[in-house]
């Protein structure tokens, strides 16, 4: 166990809805991140929250948004969801000053 | 730009056996990290190790051993005496370093290789 947590585990909607993904960081971690598992694309950073504020964008798309909160967890929005968004929505969490990243179970979202 | 390669896509052994897996890196840095994760069939991805680019010493952990070539821009990963547990996805990542004592970097992954291990 990681330390990091993921909710839901699986989800499951329609094209054309919105969805949140959530994640609270291991204890006293600052840092969270969002990666999306796909068979295509494989791992790929998403975004990067530090203490609140945005630290960095990969390739994410403008129909998703993330936000970290005062009390450190983070929400993953992902909106008008298209066949293509199905994949595996990780988030990890790194401690402060170190670069290893801890990650949590995964979230399986399923558009159909 | 950054990229981590992993040209074994499937790799499959029989208990006991040794393997290694390989990882090529491209960066224009000259401070980095590397690492190794493990995704088993149920799916979480875990921590196994992080190398700096400025430590090229070899590393051991039970039957888990890492090498890093600077010269060849390579971190392979053996595992001796494999074992039916040690099949799962194996991921080659690299980083950046982080802000001192702050924030760290984002993750680029290889695409992974897939390692089975029959009894």
């Known amino acids: 166990d990681s330390g990091v947590t993921q909710t839901p585990k699986h989800l499951i909607t329609a094209t054309g809805q919105r969805v949140t993904l959530r994640c609270s960081p291991r204890?006293?971690?600052?840092?969270v991140y969002w990666y999306q598992q796909s068979l295509d694309q494989g791992l790929q950073f998403l975004i990067q929250?530090?203490?609140?504020?945005?630290?960095a964008k990969g390739n994410i798309l403008e129909r998703f948004s993330a936000q970290q909160f005062p009390d450190l967890h983070s929400e993953l929005n992902l909106s008008s969801l298209e066949l293509g968004d199905s994949a595996l929505y990780f988030c990890?969490?790194?401690?402060?000053?170190?670069?290893?990243?801890?990650f949590g179970p995964g979230t399986r979202l399923t558009v159909t | 730009a950054q990229k981590v390669t992993q040209a074994q896509t499937e790799i499959s052994v029989v208990e006991k056996e040794d393997v290694t897996l390989d990882c090529v890196y491209e960066?224009?840095?000259?401070?980095?990290?590397l690492f190794w994760y493990k995704q088993p069939p149920s799916g979480e991805l875990v921590f196994l190790i992080r190398?700096?680019?400025?430590?090229?010493q070899n590393e051991i952990s039970g039957r888990y051993s890492w090498n890093f070539q600077k010269s060849t821009s390579s971190f392979n990963f053996t595992i001796t005496a494999s074992q039916v547990v040690d099949s799962a996805v194996y991921f080659c990542?690299?980083?950046?370093?982080?802000?001192?004592?702050?924030?760290?970097?984002?993750?680029?992954f290889g695409k992974g290789t897939t390692l089975s291990v029959s009894s």
């Open positions: 990890a969490s790194s401690p402060q000053g170190a670069n290893e990243q801890y």
């Open positions: 204890s006293g971690d600052l840092s």
């Open positions: 929250y530090y203490n609140g504020e945005e630290r």
């Open positions: 960066t224009r840095d000259t401070t980095y990290y």
């Open positions: 190398r700096n680019s400025f430590d090229e």
């Open positions: 990542a690299l980083s950046e370093p982080g802000l001192l004592n702050q924030a760290g970097t984002a993750l680029i």
